[in-house]
Structures are given as C-alpha cells and as structure tokens.
C-alpha cells in the first residue's frame, strides 16, 4: 500500500478533475438506450439516472454554496442539510441528454464561480461547519466533491458492467465484479 500524502490539496488538479466529471459521466453513459439509465444494483441503491440527478442537485445546493458561506465568513453557521434524495425529484423527469447537458452547463458555471475565488493554501484552511461532523476545512470539502464525482462515476460503470456481465457467460469467473451474482 502507498503512503497517503500529506501535502496541501492541489486545487489546480482538483479543478481540473470536477471539470473533467461531466465529459467522463457523458462519454460514459451518453447513448444508453433509455431502459439502462434505471438499472441499478438493488434495493436501496441507484441507477445512473439518480446519480445524474444527485449531481445536479450538489451543483445547485452543496459544493459553491458552502464553500461560499465559508468564505462568506458564516462557517460557524452549520451548513444546511443536504436531502440526497431531492435530485431525483427536481430532475427525475428529464431525459438523459437533458441530464448530461445539465450537468456540464451547471458544473461550467460552479467552477466559473470557484475560479472568481482564487483559492490558495490559506483559502484551503478556511472552515464551516458541517452540520454532522463539526468543523470542515474548505480543503476537505474540495477534496470531497472531487471524491464525490469519482465515486458516482465509478458507480455508474459499475452498473453497466453489471448490467452487460449478465451476458457474459463463462467470462463472469474473470471479473471480481460479478462474482456472487
């Protein structure tokens, strides 16, 4: 196992990776036919359309606004809490390429926002409070919204490549993925 760094985030290739999330989610799922955006894994889990809607709704009430009320000087202000739910039922409707584009055009105008802050090394120790854990810093929360969109992104795959492993016969023994399916 590797050393976990303990270097200061790089905000440069943190950007540079929520930008990059909209491209990879649509390169990713752009074209499924319609029935595959509800697939998902179970009782409790979700399909790549409630992910979308999941990440439409953390550009619009998660990851700017709280990292604005930090810098606003309200971090003592608890965040407020985030219904993970309430994408489903603000873009539930939409059809996937209203989706994806949504996504891009909103995360273009999340990071226009970031970039007006010119985030540095003391920006990054700024806290808020989240209204669980307690005191946050702006890195941590940076480096979680970058965690975030990976997490969903791989979600995504793993739904499909569940979903076409189902087909894959004698193959399924070569990916750990499917096994106990």
């Known amino acids: 196992m590797t050393a976990v760094s303990t270097a200061p985030l790089n905000v440069s290739d943190a950007r540079g990776r929520l930008e990059q999330a909209p491209a990879i989610a649509s390169a990713l799922c752009g074209g499924w036919p319609d029935a595959l955006w509800d697939v998902d894994e179970g009782r409790g889990t979700w399909s790549a359309r409630a992910v979308l809607c999941h990440l439409l709704h953390g550009e619009d009430?998660?990851?700017?606004?709280?990292?604005?009320?930090?810098?606003?000087?309200?971090?003592?202000?608890?965040?407020?809490?985030?219904?993970?739910e309430k994408g489903m039922r603000t873009y539930g409707q939409e059809p996937p390429a209203r989706l994806l584009d949504l996504f891009a055009r909103k995360r273009a105008a999340s990071l226009e926002a970031f970039d007006r802050w010119h985030v540095g090394e003391r920006t990054l120790l700024e806290t808020g409070t989240h209204p669980e854990f307690g005191a946050v810093t702006f890195e941590q929360l940076l480096a979680t919204w970058v965690t975030h969109d990976f997490a969903h992104i791989v979600q995504i795959a793993r739904v499909a490549a569940r979903h076409y492993g189902r087909h894959a016969g004698p193959w399924r023994a070569y990916f750990s993925l499917l096994r106990g399916q």
């Open 61 to 84: 009430e998660d990851w700017i606004p709280r990292m604005r009320q930090i810098l606003d000087g309200r971090g003592r202000e608890p965040f407020p809490v985030f219904d993970r």
